[in-house]
T-cell receptor, first 111, second 113 residues
């Protein structure tokens, strides 16, 4: 089993739609979780951290389920500018451990 | 402040030649990663430096690949006897000690003819 798995997509959704991405991780000792965004031919950039209690940043909501080792990202009211690849990121038991990137989920928001 | 920088931004080389790729992390960042990304693919972990600890080289695909980090700052990734399958974007990222959030450089696009 891969350390971090994501549905590769692509997800093609119309503007204004709500879309959800899922991510599973294998290391139950992982402590920190993130979503990164990567635009075409650009480097990845941090989108948001994922907290145990769930967190929201505007149209974006991230949730963590430790029991199921599952992370999700919900995007409401999709914009054309949301088109990108979304990467799930998990670290090890301590923050000194190597960070693991998932393979990414591709999103295209269509006019 | 200055972000992570990488040089060169583009490198075209002939099969069999050696190449060196450079990464300047953000000042004060003790963790440094190298990744490789082929077109349309995800990030492939190569190597991880964390402070003075021995680097995690578990992602290096072959012994043609090596990396060093001098003085805990600048890092160089060396690929010897390049092959066409080495063509990819090589990304460097750094982070603060104890923080898993990574800051990426713009990458070096390597093309092996």
């Amino acid at each position: 089993r891969k350390e971090v798995e994501q549905d590769p997509g692509p997800f093609n959704v119309p503007e204004g739609a709500t879309v959800a991405f899922n991510c599973t991780y294998s290391n139950s000792a992982s402590q920190s979780f993130f979503w990164y965004r990567q635009d075409c031919r650009k480097e990845p950039k941090l989108l948001m951290s994922v907290y145990s209690s769930g967190n929201e940043d505007g149209r974006f909501t991230a949730q963590l389920n430790r029991a199921s080792q599952y992370i999700s990202l919900l995007i409401r009211d999709s914009k054309l500018s949301d088109s990108a690849t979304y990467l799930c990121v998990v670290n090890g038991k301590t923050s000194y451990d190597k960070v693991i990137f998932g393979p990414g989920t591709s999103l295209s928001v269509i006019p | 402040g200055a972000g992570v920088s990488q040089s060169p931004s583009n490198k075209v080389t002939e099969k069999g030649k050696d190449v060196e790729l450079r990464c300047d992390p953000i000042s004060g960042h003790t963790a440094l990663y190298w990744y490789r990304q082929s077109l349309g693919q995800g990030l492939e972990f190569l190597i991880y430096f964390q402070g003075n600890s021995a680097p995690d080289k578990s992602g290096l695909p072959s012994d043609r690949f090596s990396a060093e980090r001098t003085g805990g700052s600048v890092s160089t990734l060396t690929i010897q006897r390049t092959q066409q399958e080495d063509s990819a974007v090589y990304l460097c990222a750094s982070s603060l000690i104890g923080s898993p959030e990574q800051f990426f450089g713009p990458g070096t696009r390597l093309t092996v003819l």
